[in-house]
């Protein structure tokens, strides 16, 4: 900045050299100050200079366009300590005192509509700087063409500027709350993210602040999703995250700040003033479901999956993280209980849902009571016949089961919906992908069955073509034995047959050739081809380890890291039907088991069968 200031002076300063008033007295006195005067006679001096010869002197036009831009370039360098490092602002939620002195703090009613007039303020004010010094630029290297520069140069708003020249704007950051988002400011908040303007906005996510008899209306209608309304915009930065993961927070907030595009960040923070401690309220949230993280960032990438990420969560690729309950079972010894964590076990640790819940005794147990996790399992019709529960310790230790409001159990639907709609997003448990990898083995199995078919049928044709063939060399070969043999040796009548031959001894060469039919002629044993041994279509491998995971003497793989079965014989029948419905690509077949087999019983057969 200050470089094309001086360049553009020096230029003013040369051009007020050919000046016919730059040769007067009174210019060579200034240009000589005060010792120069004492020593010569300027008005003589001046007239003795000769005039001066050289370039013309700058056009009117010129000379002005060269002005304003030095004086544009000279007001913003002067000023440029008082503009603040970045603007905050809010709607009555923060004080002065968070704030460091450099940032500027502003307080308004509509802070997501202020900050759009805001920054159209800064970026007009950035814009002129920036036509100054892109004029600037051009005058001294001497390629200003004002018949093609003047129309562009007047076009020029924010939306032009480099990612450098934006940059130079002090970032604006709008600090707002999940309720007034859901409320009157979600207009101006889907305006902005709509408008391009790189403005980040920080949203505090309470995880529930709620009264008890406010709990029926919370839980009645669907949990409207702010993140994901986000991601709908397509073209903003959208991080939801939460104070349980502060290392993942700062990192996605710093990538966030380097986002030049509307960004919105939603972390979950706790109730303050709740009984509930705050680390629980959030790690339950978390653990639920009811806060889930993730990241959208349209600049790492073209595709979905290198924009969205979802790998903050516990065990993503599950519909709930699992845990263990440890309690103390009716003789005292200590037991433990994997348990999944669902959107219920998170509100029930929240006193304003207490009422949702109900302890039952013992006795009031029965079959038609399950699980909160398993009843999320069921279908719609067999939701109705059963009753979910969670399983809690009570004071002296031991398991109790405590059922739930059907508002309760509707909302953990309501959740898990959600929270798989985001898996398929991240591409975890993707409906898309199965049915694609289930097409793929149907037609690859339909292929290799074709392939069998064939090799069957060339096999059977190869068996008749050997058997005819050898046949045939059979009969060739008693043909000529017996063309050879002397018959007036052999008896004629049955009789003779029986009776003890009185005929000489044959020739040498005839007792070989008689010797030599009676030797059996061996037939080719049919090979037999069996079907029944394990095997994996390979080329439909997608290198996922599971296999490997379960046995690695009985998988391994080839020099395209696709999985083969090295030795059906290190492993047991119920390792190959596991690695079979654990593999993603259903490429892996168990065939038989063998009869030595421990592991074999009807179940696993009928398991098994799924993949014959």
């Given amino acids: 900045m200050h470089e094309l200031i001086r360049g553009l002076e020096q230029m003013l300063r040369v051009d007020d050299g050919h000046a016919p008033e730059a040769q007067s007295s009174d210019t060579l006195s ?87 007039g805001l920054f159209d303020g800064l970026a007009a004010e950035a814009v002129d700087v920036f036509r100054a010094a892109r004029v600037a630029r051009l005058e001294l290297e001497s390629n200003y063409d004002a018949a093609h520069h003047d129309v562009a140069l007047a076009q020029l708003d924010w939306r032009a500027l480099t990612a450098e020249e934006l940059r130079c704007l002090p970032p604006l950051v709008v600090c707002d709350t999940s309720e007034r988002l859901r409320g009157v400011s979600f207009a101006a908040f889907s305006e902005l993210l709509r408008s391009g303007r790189p403005v980040h906005v920080l949203i505090a996510d309470r995880t529930s602040d709620i009264r008890p008899e406010e709990s029926w209306e919370a839980l009645a209608s669907y949990h409207p999703s702010l993140g994901y309304l986000a991601i709908a915009h397509r073209e903003d930065f959208v991080l939801q995250s939460t104070l349980a993961l502060p ?120 079959d038609e009571q399950v699980p909160i996790h398993g009843w999320l399992e069921l279908d719609d019709n067999d939701r109705a016949q059963r009753l979910p529960y969670l399983w809690i310790v009570d004071d002296q230790n031991q398991l109790a089961r405590a059922v739930m409001t059907r508002e309760v159990a509707f909302a953990c639907v309501d959740r898990m919906r959600a929270w798989h709609i985001l898996q398929e997003l991240a591409g975890t448990d993707n409906e898309y992908a199965r049915r694609a990898a289930d097409t793929a083995t149907e037609l690859v199995l339909a292929e290799t069955q074709r392939e069998r078919e064939a090799l069957e049928k060339a096999h059977t044709e190869e068996l008749e073509k050997v058997r005819a063939q050898a046949a045939t060399e059979a009969m060739e070969k008693l043909a000529t034995v017996l063309l050879e043999l002397d018959t007036s040796a052999m008896p004629t009548t049955p009789a003779a047959r029986s009776a003890p031959s009185t005929a000489p001894p044959a020739e040498p060469a005839a007792e070989s050739a008689a010797a030599e039919p009676a030797e059996p002629v061996e037939e080719e044993e049919e090979e037999v081809v069996s079907f029944d041994e394990p095997y994996i279509d390979s080329p439909l491998c997608s290198t996922c380890n599971d296999c490997l995971n379960i046995n690695k003497e009985m998988f391994r793989y080839n020099a395209n890291k696709q999985a083969y079965i090295a030795d059906a014989s290190a492993g047991t029948f119920e390792q190959l039907v596991l690695a079979a419905e654990k593999c993603p690509s259903r490429c892996i077949h168990p065939g038989k088991p063998r009869e030595d087999d421990p592991t074999v019983t009807d179940d696993l057969l009928r398991r098994a069968a799924r993949f014959r």
């Avoid at 503009?83 to 940032?103: D, I, N, Q, W």
């Fill in 247 to 366: 290392e993942r927070l700062a990192e996605g907030l710093r990538r966030m700040c380097r986002a030049l595009r509307p960004s919105a960040a939603f972390v979950t923070v706790p109730a303050w003033h709740a009984p509930t401690p705050a680390w629980l309220q959030l790690a339950a949230a978390h653990e639920g479901r009811a806060a889930p993280c993730f990241r959208y960032d349209p600049d790492a990438g073209t595709s979905w999956a290198d924009r969205f990420d979802l790998s903050d969560n516990p065990e993503p690729v599950r519909p709930w993280p699992e845990r263990t309950i440890a309690y103390l079972d009716e003789n005292g010894a200590e037991k433990s209980l994997p348990s999944a964590f669902t959107y219920a076990h998170a509100i029930a640790l929240d006193p304003a849902y207490r009422e949702h819940f109900r302890v039952i005794p013992t006795e009031a147990w029965h």
């Fill in 30 to 116: 200034a240009s000589l100050g005060s010792a120069g005067s004492s020593y010569l006679d300027m008005d003589a001096l001046a007239k003795t200079l000769p005039t001066p010869r050289g370039p013309q002197r700058l056009a009117p036009e010129r000379r002005a366009r060269i002005e304003r831009a030095r004086d544009v370039l000279r007001h913003f360098a002067e000023h440029e300590p008082e503009r603040p490092a970045f603007v905050v602002l809010h709607s009555g939620m923060l004080e002065k005192a968070a704030l460091p002195p450099t940032a500027r703090l502003i307080e308004h009613p509509d802070a997501l509509t202020a900050a759009v």
